[in-house]
């Protein structure tokens, strides 16, 4: 079954310093990853996207790295943000993008 | 764009009650999906539509639950006899054809269930 898991869950970073937050999971090789931020109330919005033929992409202060033999992705924020505090989620669509498979999530706090 | 619409954004009921919640997708996209949250939860994939064909459907989709996308624009999804566990975040999103293309998606429907 596939799995995504984001281990820590929350961050506390200042603002203006670089945010890091990680992700596992345990598939397959032609998976395609998304991140996700959600503030309170709202749905998920999306973030940015990786395809596991590449190991890094970036926009603008957000760059997702991907590790394909540690199966490990990170998105970097930088600089952060007081309004980059939200929930961030890690989700894999499993190449086929009938569903996507979420992590649990890891709630970011930038303060000022 | 509007973005993906959901109605309504609460709905409270009591325990045996039936519910329908609608959800319109972006306009040009064809694919649409539900999927239940609960708190400190990951979103978790109920089912998923092309057009109006219902192609996948996760085993948390009971036989009290069904969807439909009648004309492949919006889509209902119904649950009949709703039960206390039924109380979650209901939230729909919409994405074109394509393998890497995101998913988006609306602000959710808030099921409480007295």
């Known amino acids: 079954d596939q799995q995504v898991k984001q281990n820590s869950p929350s961050l506390s970073v200042q603002e203006g310093r670089i945010s890091i937050l990680n992700c596992d999971y345990t598939?397959?090789?032609?998976?395609?990853f998304l991140w996700y931020k959600k503030y309170p109330a709202e749905g998920p919005t999306f973030l940015i996207s990786?395809?596991?033929i590449k190991d890094k992409n970036e926009d603008g202060r957000f760059t997702v790295f991907l590790n394909k033999s540690a199966k490990h992705l990170s998105l970097h924020i930088v600089p952060s943000q007081p309004g980059d505090s939200a929930v961030y989620f890690c989700?894999?669509?499993?190449?086929?993008?009938?569903?996507?498979?979420w992590g649990l999530g890891t709630s970011l706090a930038v303060n000022p | 764009d509007t973005g993906v619409s959901q109605n309504p954004r609460h709905k409270i009921t009591k325990r045996g009650q039936n519910v329908t919640f609608r959800c319109d997708p972006i306009?040009?996209?064809?694919?649409l999906y539900w999927y239940r949250q609960t708190l400190g939860q990951g979103p978790e994939f109920l089912t998923y539509f092309q057009n109006e064909a219902q192609l996948e459907k996760s085993r948390l989709l009971s036989d009290r639950f069904s969807a439909e996308r009648p004309k492949g624009s919006f889509s209902t999804l119904e649950i009949q006899r709703t039960e206390q566990g039924d109380s979650a975040m209901y939230l729909c999103?919409?994405?074109?054809?394509?393998?890497?293309?995101?998913?988006?998606f609306g602000d959710g429907t808030r099921l409480s269930i007295l």
């Open positions: 598939n397959s090789m032609f998976d395609y």
């Open positions: 999103a919409s994405s074109s054809s394509g393998s890497s293309e995101p998913q988006h």
């Open positions: 306009s040009e996209h064809n694919r």
């Open positions: 990786i395809s596991s």
């Open positions: 989700a894999d669509n499993a190449g086929n993008n009938r569903k996507l498979i």
